[in-house]
C-alpha cells in the first residue's frame, strides 16, 4: 500500500505515517530470528517474509513459477527494456509462449513498439524475486549485481560477454565475445 492509502485507512497523518513505517522496519531489522520485514517497493510498503526464510514456507504460499520460464524473465530483466525479437533469437520460437506465460504470471510487461514488442519486468517480478525496486533501470542494476555476486560470469572477467542492445546489430552472434583462435 501506498503511505497516503495507509494513512487514509489507519486515520493518521502522511508524515506519521512515514515516521512509523521507518520505525516498525528498524525494528523488525533488529530482531534476531524474526521471519518478517518491510519492504519499500517504488512507492509501496509490503510487509513480506525475508529472502532467507521464504525457501521453507509451503508452496501453496509462494508463487511458484515453472523452471522454464526462469532464462527468459532473467534475460529480460538484464536486458530490458528488450525486445521480444532479441529474446527470440536467443531462445527460439519458444520464446514466445515464455513471453506469453510470463505476462499471464504478472512478471512482465509487453508493448507494441514497431514490429516487436518491448518488455519489462513488473512489481510483481520484483516482490517475486525479493528485489526491492520497481523502477525498470534500478531492477536491472539490481538484477546484474545480483549476476555479479553469484559469481555466474568469474570465468569470463575482463571479457565484455553481452553487449548492451544499443551496441549490437542484433544478432546472437554480435551479443557474444568470442576470441578467434
Same mark, same amino acid.
Given at each position: 500500500?501506498?503511505?497516503?492509502? =495507509?494513512?487514509?485507512?489507519?486515520?493518521?497523518?502522511?508524515? /506519521?505515517?512515514?515516521?512509523?513505517?521507518?520505525? =516498525?522496519?528498524?525494528?523488525?531489522?533488529? !530482531?534476531?530470528?524474526?521471519?518478517? $520485514?518491510?519492504?519499500?517497493?517504488?512507492?509501496?510498503?509490503?510487509?513480506?517474509? +525475508?529472502?532467507?526464510?521464504?525457501?521453507?514456507?509451503?508452496? /501453496?504460499?509462494?508463487?511458484?513459477?515453472?523452471?522454464?520460464?526462469? +532464462?527468459?524473465?532473467?534475460? #529480460?530483466?538484464?536486458?530490458?527494456?528488450?525486445?521480444?525479437?532479441?529474446?527470440?533469437?536467443? =531462445?527460439?520460437?519458444?520464446?514466445?509462449?515464455?513471453?506469453?506465460?510470463?505476462? $499471464?504470471?504478472?512478471? #512482465?510487461? !509487453?508493448?507494441?513498439?514497431?514490429?516487436? !514488442?518491448?518488455?519489462?519486468?513488473?512489481?510483481?517480478?520484483?516482490?517475486?524475486?525479493?528485489?526491492?525496486?520497481?523502477? !525498470?533501470? +534500478?531492477?536491472?542494476?539490481?538484477?546484474?549485481? $545480483?549476476? $555479479?555476486?553469484?559469481?555466474? =560470469?568469474?570465468?569470463?572477467?575482463?571479457? /565484455?560477454? #553481452?553487449?548492451?542492445?544499443?551496441?549490437?546489430?542484433?544478432?546472437?552472434?554480435?551479443?557474444?565475445?568470442?576470441?578467434? /583462435?
Amino acid at each position: 500500500m501506498t503511505v497516503s492509502e =495507509l494513512s487514509i485507512s489507519l486515520g493518521y497523518d502522511e508524515d /506519521e505515517m512515514l515516521d512509523s513505517l521507518y520505525s =516498525l522496519r528498524s525494528t523488525l531489522k533488529r !530482531r534476531r530470528g524474526g521471519a518478517l $520485514q518491510i519492504a519499500e517497493v517504488g512507492e509501496r510498503w509490503a510487509i513480506e517474509v +525475508k529472502p532467507d526464510i521464504a525457501d521453507h514456507l509451503p508452496k /501453496e504460499a509462494k508463487t511458484e513459477l515453472p523452471k522454464k520460464l526462469l +532464462k527468459a524473465a532473467s534475460l #529480460i530483466a538484464y536486458h530490458q527494456p528488450m525486445a521480444q525479437s532479441r529474446l527470440i533469437e536467443f =531462445l527460439g520460437q519458444k520464446a514466445y509462449d515464455y513471453v506469453r506465460e510470463l505476462a $499471464q504470471y504478472g512478471m #512482465i510487461d !509487453r508493448r507494441k513498439d514497431g514490429n516487436t !514488442r518491448r518488455l519489462t519486468t513488473t512489481r510483481r517480478f520484483s516482490e517475486a524475486f525479493g528485489c526491492p525496486y520497481t523502477d !525498470r533501470k +534500478k531492477v536491472k542494476a539490481w538484477f546484474r549485481e $545480483q549476476v $555479479q555476486n553469484t559469481g555466474l =560470469l568469474d570465468d569470463l572477467v575482463g571479457k /565484455e560477454v #553481452i553487449k548492451e542492445e544499443g551496441e549490437s546489430d542484433g544478432s546472437v552472434q554480435s551479443t557474444l565475445n568470442f576470441e578467434e /583462435e
